[in-house]
């Protein structure tokens, strides 16, 4: 090509790149879409699930009638984008959804809050995970805390009785207690 005709088209040559170069910046970080396994089945402890769409907090909930003999806890839960994206658009969650819970202490009265509570310090971070060529059931519940509070960085799946029995017979969309979220049950 001559080099008039290289000169001429470098322009748009430039504008071109620099178009790929700030929708790449503006693009949302590459990140594992899909849950990352040990061979051994344990799941690795999500990275990045506060950057996740916030789902929903709730404060205190229990499943049984009787009062809690601890104090009331948050729970923050977040949903990776592209599930969310998903079953915004259908209502159903994909298969590689990863919701992670964050439990944190709820403290009052501090500073200058004299009414209400505030999430005070994280104590645990749990997972849920849609994945029918690992889970006979489809979704497999995690805890990424060990009983004397300290964080693990891989988690097995709970018992089948354990969390997978209870959101089976209660959730109000695919093992996903979307009643509790009015993200999740909006979908507008």
């Known amino acids: 090509m001559p080099n008039s005709q290289v000169r001429s088209c470098w322009p748009t040559m430039r504008k071109a790149v620099v178009i790929a170069f700030v929708a790449a910046l503006l693009a949302p970080a590459a990140g594992p879409e899909e849950p990352r396994f040990t061979a051994d089945m344990e799941l690795i402890h999500p990275q990045g699930y506060r950057e996740w769409v916030f789902v929903g907090s709730s404060l205190g909930m229990s499943y049984s009638e009787e009062q809690p003999r601890r104090e009331a806890k948050f729970h923050n839960v977040y949903l990776k984008p592209a599930a969310y994206h998903h079953f915004r658009e259908t209502g159903e969650f994909p298969e590689g959804t990863i919701l992670v819970m964050e439990v944190a202490t709820a403290a009052s009265q501090s500073s200058i809050n004299r009414h209400g509570q505030f999430q ?35 988690a097995k799946a709970f018992p089948k ?10 959730a109000a969309t695919d093992n996903v207690f979307s009643q509790f979220y009015p993200v999740l049950r909006h979908r507008e």
Do not use: I, L, M
């Open 161 to 170: 009785d354990s969390c997978w029995s209870c959101h089976n017979e209660h």
């Open 120 to 154: 005070d310090n994280f104590v645990a971070v749990e997972a849920a995970v849609k994945d029918s060529s690992r889970f006979p059931e489809k979704w497999a519940y995690f805890s990424f805390t060990e009983r004397d509070g300290s964080p693990k960085k891989t």
